[in-house]
């Protein structure tokens, strides 16, 4: 049973920072894709940023040169550095992991982050 726990989220004022972790549960090796989807009230959830096991990163127009995603195998961890925050970067944040070989897609449950103005 895979397992996506993810930590570090929390009310922040604008221009300001936030780390987010996601700690899967045994080796990360197994997904093709991680990262992290974002879904603000009454709106769809959106990609924000992936990375591919080789290191190949993704990011939504909206956050790129602001926010930056990277993993650490060792601890079985992928993070989300936000600087620059602004007030509508405030949603719900999931991490997301695919296993392609299985056709699997696995969430976490997710932590809000709130950007105050």
């Known amino acids: 049973q895979v397992q996506l726990v993810e930590s570090g989220g929390g009310l922040v004022q604008a221009g300001g920072s936030l780390r987010l972790s996601c700690a899967a549960s045994?080796?990360?090796?197994?997904?093709?894709?991680m990262g992290w989807y974002r879904q603000a009230p009454g709106k769809q959830r959106d990609l924000v940023a992936v990375?591919?096991?080789?290191?190949?990163?993704t990011y939504a127009d909206s956050v790129e040169g602001r926010f930056t995603l990277s993993r650490d195998n060792a601890k079985n961890t992928v993070y989300l550095q936000m600087n620059s925050l602004k007030p509508e970067d405030t949603a719900v944040y999931y991490c997301?992991?695919?296993?392609?070989?299985?056709?699997?897609?696995?969430w976490g449950e997710g932590t809000l982050v709130t950007v105050s103005s």
């Open positions: 997301h992991a695919r296993q392609g070989y299985y056709d699997k897609d696995y």
């Open positions: 045994g080796s990360i090796f197994r997904f093709n894709v």
């Open positions: 990375i591919t096991n080789g290191g190949r990163t």
